[in-house]
Nanobody, 125 residues
């Protein structure tokens, strides 16, 4: 397993941008597909975006398509989530996760082996 630490959350206004980072420990980071999930108070944790182990493929939830971009730097053991045009509905705790799986772009929580502690994103209207 890898250990994951998220950073970059904060309080912003609607329309602003934020970039979240997730730093991973270990020498096998490049073997893991990486994902971002979010959880708002009283709601289930939901899929946001995922990127393949190589970084060649990505996919994201319909609710963030065109606004959020996932990327990774395997040399730095880091995955990013660039969030643009933020809306109040994007307010949530954002979690980074790692999956050692045959699936190129895992979208389900059960496919992930390791999770970070989360970073809070709050978007005011």
């Amino acid at each position: 397993q890898v250990q994951l630490v998220e950073s970059g959350g904060g309080l912003v206004q609607a329309g602003d941008s934020l970039r979240l980072s997730c730093a991973a420990s270990g020498r096998t980071f490049s073997r893991y597909a990486m994902g971002w999930f979010r959880q708002a108070p009283g709601k289930e944790r939901e899929f946001v975006a995922t990127i393949s182990a190589s970084g060649d493929s990505t996919t994201s939830a319909d609710s963030v398509k065109g606004r959020f971009t996932i990327s990774r730097d395997n040399a730095k053991n880091t995955v990013y989530l660039q969030m643009n045009s933020l809306k109040p509905d994007d307010t949530a705790n954002y979690y980074c996760a790692a999956a050692l799986t045959a699936y190129t772009l895992p979208r389900f929580k059960r496919q992930y082996d390791s999770w970070g502690q989360g970073t809070q994103v709050t978007v005011s209207s």
